[in-house]
């Protein structure tokens, strides 16, 4: 048997797309029943934020290129959840907006992100997690 510093798990990118993949089917598990996905999330949390907002602005803001999200958003808009409008001001620009499912889930699917952010909180000591999100930030740099 593999010790834990030896093949793949001796490299941090093994060791963070471990952990990402577990983190992600947690929230995947959890979503699934507003049908959202965790990337679907990631966008909608953008726009509740700033529904209206261009297209290339959020596509910065949730850090994916335009033609991952053009993807994902066809499904959201399938879903009724965001539609897309062209930009009066700049006619090769698009504004994405919520529709009211989205807005009327709102508060439901940010409640249960927040419950399944603070279930992995929870599993470190206060310092443990700001050391976490210190490492984190600091490798997303």
């Known amino acids: ?58 596509a910065r803001s949730i850090n994916m290129d335009g033609s991952t999200l053009t993807g994902i958003l066809d499904r959201m808009e399938r879903l009724d ?19 009211e499912k989205a807005k009327n889930n709102q508060r439901e699917i940010v409640s249960l992100a927040e419950r399944l952010n603070k279930e992995i909180k929870e599993q470190f000591s206060e310092e443990e997690f700001a050391i976490f999100e210190k490492v984190l930030n600091n490798l997303a740099q």
């Open 1 to 58: 048997m593999l010790s834990e510093n030896t093949g793949p798990s001796k490299y941090i990118c093994f060791k963070l797309s471990k952990v990402m993949r577990k983190v992600q089917r947690y929230y995947e598990s959890n979503l699934s029943s507003f049908g959202v996905t965790p990337v679907q999330f990631y966008v909608l949390s953008a726009l509740w934020e700033n529904d209206g907002i261009k297209f290339k602005d959020l």
């Open 81 to 99: 959840y965001v539609e897309r409008r062209d930009d009066p001001e700049d006619r090769r620009s698009l504004l994405i907006f919520l529709k």
